[in-house]
Structure formats: C-alpha cells, structure tokens
C-alpha cells in the first residue's frame, strides 16, 4: 500500500544522501528511483538537486532546489543545499543569505556555518 511505497521511497532517500558526496551518480538513480514511488517526499527534492550539481548540472539542480526550499520553507537541509547550488552557480550573496536561514532554523547545523566562514574568507 501507500505507507509501504512511502517507506522505501524514504529509505532510497536516505541511501542517497549518504553516496552524495562519493558517488553523485548512484545518488541521483536512488533519488529517481524514489520520486517513481512517491513524488514530493520531503527530502527527495533537495538531495536530488544536490546530486544534479555534483554532477556538473548546476542549473538543473538550481532549479531543484529551490524548488525544496519553496515545498518546505523550515527545512534547513533544504536551505543548506541550495546554498550550495547558488554558490557552485557563483551567486555569493545569495549563498550566504540561504546559509544564514538555514542557520537561524537550526543553529546547530556545523557545515552551514563552515561554508558561511568559507565565503566570508579572504580569497
């Protein structure tokens, strides 16, 4: 039933994010494989965009994850990622203003505060 395709769908979302960084690829076919089961899963949006960047689609993944940000305004993941999409798109301010409002959503998220230190470093 439902709640059945709703669990895999997270569990394939949850494998994702974890081969994001080491493998951009995998991750997309997992998060592919989960909007096929159950479209709009909070989490898949982002995470996919992600992957679409890491592999060299920056608009595409741009595109995604703002759309994540829009879904699910609070989710900081959510406004982490898309941080990371402006600035691998060479929109700094942006960047910064998404880093910012993932941190005041969670102001515990350590990597949205090392990348908010690393745009504001001295090149």
């Given at each position: 039933g439902i709640g059945n395709r709703i669990r895999r769908a997270f569990r394939l979302v949850e494998r994702g994010q974890?081969?994001?960084?080491?493998?951009?690829s995998a991750a997309r076919r997992l998060l592919l494989e989960?909007?096929?089961?159950?479209?709009?899963?909070?989490?898949?949006?982002?995470?996919?965009?992600t992957a679409e960047v890491l592999l060299g689609r920056v608009k595409e993944g741009l595109e995604l994850c703002r759309q994540a940000v829009a879904d699910n305004p609070y989710f900081a993941l959510a406004r982490y990622n898309l941080a990371y999409a402006l600035y691998r798109n060479d929109e700094y301010g942006a960047a910064r203003t998404e880093l910012d409002r993932c941190l005041l959503l969670d102001p515990g998220f350590e990597p949205a505060r090392e990348m908010r230190r690393a745009l504001d470093a001295p090149d």
């Open positions: 974890n081969l994001l960084a080491t493998e951009p989960a909007r096929a089961l159950y479209p709009n899963l909070i989490g898949e949006a982002t995470v996919l965009g």
